[in-house]
């Protein structure tokens, strides 16, 4: 679902179904206008078994980061790859 632009919107829904899954192992959301107003619910979301995450060229901010680095002290997060060039 990289570069598709879906901006904040899109994002805030896509937070709210996307911790349901049980398949989804690499989330590619790169180029989608992302900022700090969605980053929160999107990152307070994203499932534990993720191993790839990129968020690159997007603007999440510090409060995205510091809701990245929330999950990354999770002992259950399985978070191995995570891109956040340009933000």
Do not use: A, W
Not at 9 to 23: V, W
Not at 29 to 37: A, E, G, Y
Not at 51 to 69: A, E, M, R, T, W
């Amino acid at each position: 679902m990289g570069k598709m632009r879906f901006g904040d919107k899109y994002i805030k829904s896509l937070s709210k179904g996307i911790n349901k899954t049980t398949f989804i192992k690499d989330i590619q959301l790169s180029h989608n206008r992302i900022t700090k107003n969605s980053s929160e619910e999107l990152l307070r979301n994203i499932p534990m078994h993720t191993s790839n995450l990129d968020l690159s060229y997007n603007k999440i901010g510090i409060i995205g980061v510091k809701h990245l680095s929330e999950n990354l002290m999770n002992p259950n997060c399985r978070l191995i790859s995570i891109n956040l060039e340009d933000n």
